[in-house]
């Protein structure tokens, strides 16, 4: 018997990486989809032959022909569609960012530990599956020494001009407390470093409006352009975070980790040096068997099938990151450092 998966929402991620990926593993059948309407669903289903459309996420999760379903919407309905396909019995592949805020990553949680026997899993950030297992590794057998300071930085001009078209993004109607690749980061210096102690935040919304295709007219801006929060790592640590789409021209992206021993620096594009206090930089490569790529749909499908624990991510380690975000976007509209 196939595995048959259903599309909930067929986003750009879920056509470019998603789709693909699914079909690579044996087995596996993508068998419907239902997005935002009768007519995209059918768009999708004509451009990758899926046999089947459903008019509504209900109606997909409904059917008994379907073993498993991927969420590929924006935030806002994440937890409704995560839950009604848990207590319909299917296993899930939810897209990040996880939720809208803490409280719904929660019922999420709650839901899957209601359904022990199904796979929960979330989309992982995935900027360091080449680099991050053999950094972590570095990490915890002390080649940095004591960390003190952590700096994260991204930083790009990509809403610089305002008539750039209002994105979902932008709305916190649909993405909820998320600002910009701020979890999705977070997500990563958990993996490394651990779990955060206390945050606060700053933002600015630069250009308070912007062109909406939806409508033909201009629509509110109300997730920053701008975003800085900064506090304690469990470890002790002090992090600092910068992200920025009013920033043209900005250099020195990624991530410094800087310690007693050693400073190590991440770029974009999983590269990385290690710095050791009066010596040359040094590249790090890979531990041998750690460079996976991106595996996040044969991940998924190992699970449904062998019972494989879910890694990346878990709903469990997507609340994690959601708390920060949630505590974050507390302390930007009270003015005040929150403890996580």
Same mark, same amino acid.
């Given at each position: 018997m196939p595995l048959r998966i259903g599309l909930i929402g067929a986003g750009a991620n879920t056509r470019q990486m998603h789709i693909p990926g699914l079909r690579r593993q044996p087995g596996v059948e993508v068998t419907g989809v239902a997005n935002r309407s009768r007519e995209s669903s059918q768009r999708v289903a004509d451009e990758f032959s899926i046999p089947r459309v459903f008019d509504s996420a209900q109606a997909l999760c409904a059917d008994a022909e379907i073993d498993a379903v991927c969420i590929g919407t924006w935030p806002y309905m994440h937890r409704d569609f995560s839950i009604m396909a848990l207590e319909a019995g299917k296993h899930v592949l939810c897209e990040a960012r996880m939720a809208m805020d803490l409280g719904q990553a929660e019922d999420m949680v709650a839901a899957s530990e209601r359904h022990p026997e199904l796979v929960a899993q979330l989309v992982p950030a995935p900027f360091d599956f080449k680099l991050g297992p053999t950094i972590t590794r570095l990490i915890g057998e002390g080649a940095l020494g004591t960390i003190s300071e952590v700096n994260v930085n991204v930083l790009n001009a990509s809403g610089l001009d305002p008539a750039t078209p209002l994105h979902w993004r932008q709305r916190a109607d649909y993405s909820g407390k998320n600002v910009m690749m701020f979890g999705i980061f977070v997500e990563v210096i958990h993996r490394w470093l651990g779990d955060h102690a206390d945050i606060q935040a700053a933002?600015?919304?630069?250009?308070?409006?912007?062109?909406?295709?939806?409508? @033909?007219?201009?629509? #509110?801006?109300?997730?920053?352009?701008?975003?800085?929060?900064?506090? #304690?790592?469990?470890?002790?640590?002090?992090?600092?975070?910068? /992200?920025?789409? =009013?920033?043209?021209?900005? %250099?020195?992206?990624?991530?410094?980790? /800087?310690?007693?021993?050693?400073?190590?620096?991440?770029?974009?594009?999983?590269?990385? %040096?290690?710095?050791?206090?009066?010596?040359?930089?040094? !590249?790090?490569?890979?531990?041998? @068997?750690?460079?996976?790529?991106?595996?996040?749909?044969?991940?998924?499908? !190992?699970?449904?099938?062998?019972? !494989?624990?879910?890694?990346?991510?878990?709903?469990?380690?997507? =609340?994690?990151?959601?708390?920060?975000?949630?505590?974050?976007? %507390?302390?930007?509209?009270? @003015?005040? #450092?929150?403890?996580?």
């Open positions: 933002g600015d919304i630069v250009i308070p409006e912007r062109p909406d295709t939806e409508t @033909g007219r201009p629509g #509110k801006v109300t997730v920053p352009d701008i975003w800085v929060a900064t506090g #304690k790592l469990a470890n002790g640590a002090r992090i600092t975070y910068h /992200f920025s789409s =009013m920033a043209a021209s900005a %250099e020195g992206n990624g991530i410094a980790v /800087f310690g007693s021993k050693a400073t190590l620096r991440w770029k974009m594009g999983d590269t990385a %040096e290690l710095i050791e206090h009066g010596k040359a930089p040094v !590249a790090i490569e890979p531990d041998a @068997g750690t460079d996976r790529g991106w595996r996040v749909e044969e991940d998924f499908v !190992a699970s449904v099938t062998t019972g !494989a624990p879910v890694r990346l991510t878990s709903f469990e380690d997507g =609340m994690r990151y959601m708390r920060v975000i949630d505590r974050a976007h %507390e302390s930007w509209q009270a @003015g005040q #450092k929150l403890g996580v």
